[in-house]
């Protein structure tokens, strides 16, 4: 399919430069997942939302950025928390944006206005963050992956939005 | 991530600046943006791209017909740029 | 990387792909930037000792004496970040 050149990625060639400097650990995978359904309208949906951006609580131990392997934890971060309640911990995206308006990459009052405009039915009681950087991708399927997983599905969510950095 | 909770029944979307990256994982949706890594929402202080990138990610989870599903967001990182430095003059004009 | 890279360079001393690695975390994925940073590391630490100030030597003895390797380890990886960040001149894009 051909895209004008504004229309692609700004750093192209991503997921080949990564995994030429750390080989394999960039994931590959050949098969798809079937669709699960909405069951209900969004207006009556449960808004879960999973981070990789490092975002996380002011006070809690801060994302692992030191470690040469990457940080296999994860944080609950409450929906509605205030933007001045959370920060950013992680090296490997510009933060100059999030620092001025954190949610260029954590929208986080933005689902919190859309739920008080009942567009979103209502926002889980906890999001989701950890860090994407991280080289072992095989412990992060097998651990954390399913570990997030549990938390995520314990609030009953309708619908799951996700963001890396 | 996001295959593992689609898997658990619940529909997931993600939004991506690295449309390679997102080929090679194959999540069941996704919307890609041409914008800078550390900014998948767009721009600060630019609240309505802010709710539209949201509002259209959220609208995949019935639109999209087939896993794998990956929508182009219809804006380019200049014109985002653009739009922000007039919201944010707009802004510092009303102070 | 996919730890088996390491562990198989670990394996087979593989000095190069080992040291590559930690030169690219240091580095965020470029090779070079990676070597000066941890020469700007050990240059910053450096001068904070040329005047031979008082240093708790006994915290620093005992901290090695009780502590396992491998909290040791993430300390050194940590203090590396530390010691970069006093040199004012942070070359990665967020804060540790």
Redesign the interface.
């Known amino acids: 399919m051909e895209k004008s050149n504004e229309e692609k990625q700004l750093r192209p060639g991503l997921w080949a430069t990564v995994n030429e400097r750390y080989p394999g650990s960039m994931i590959t995978k050949t098969d798809f997942i079937p669709l699960a359904k909405l069951i209900k309208p969004l207006a009556e949906s449960r808004l879960s939302f999973v981070s990789t951006s490092g975002v996380q609580l002011r006070g809690t131990l801060p994302f692992d950025t030191a470690h040469p392997i990457g940080d296999y934890t994860f944080r609950a971060v409450p929906s509605n928390s205030k933007t001045s309640d959370l920060e950013i911990h992680q090296l490997k995206y510009p933060t100059a944006g999030a620092e001025r308006d954190l949610n260029v990459i954590y929208p986080i009052e933005r689902m919190q206005e859309l739920a008080a405009e009942k567009i979103i039915g209502e926002l889980a009681p906890n999001f989701y963050s950890f860090i994407g950087y991280n080289m072992d991708a095989e412990r992060l399927e097998r651990t954390l992956a399913e570990t997030i997983a549990d938390a995520v599905e314990a609030e009953k969510p309708d619908v799951v939005l996700l963001a890396p950095a | 991530?996001?295959?593992?909770?689609?898997?658990?029944?619940?529909?997931?979307?993600?939004?991506?600046?690295?449309?390679?990256?997102t080929l090679?994982?194959?999540?069941?949706?996704a919307v890609?943006l041409?914008?800078?890594?550390?900014?998948?929402?767009?721009?600060?202080?630019h609240?309505n791209l802010?709710?539209e990138?949201?509002?259209t990610?959220?609208s995949r989870?019935?639109q999209?017909k087939?896993?794998?599903d990956v929508y182009?967001f219809p804006k380019?990182?200049?014109q985002a740029r653009k739009e922000g430095k007039e919201v944010e003059s707009n802004l510092e004009a009303a102070d | 990387m996919s730890l088996t890279y390491l562990k198989e360079a670990v394996d087979a001393n593989d000095t190069e792909k080992l040291i590559r690695y930690v030169r690219l975390h240091f580095g965020d994925g470029d090779e070079d930037a990676g070597k000066k940073e941890i020469d700007k590391a050990w240059i910053e630490a450096l001068k904070l000792l040329l005047e031979v100030p008082a240093t708790e030597r006994e915290f620093i003895e005992q901290t090695i004496k009780e502590k396992d390797a491998e909290t040791l380890a993430h300390l050194y990886f940590r203090l590396h970040f530390y010691f970069v960040a006093r040199s004012n001149e942070w070359i990665h894009d967020g804060k540790i």
């Open positions: 991530m996001q295959r593992v909770i689609e898997k658990r029944g619940i529909p997931t979307v993600s939004v991506s600046v690295a449309l390679d990256v090679h994982i194959k999540p069941p949706r890609f041409p914008f800078m890594m550390g900014h998948l929402f767009g721009v600060p202080f609240k802010q709710r990138i949201i509002l990610a959220l989870i019935e999209a087939q896993s794998g182009f380019t990182w200049a």
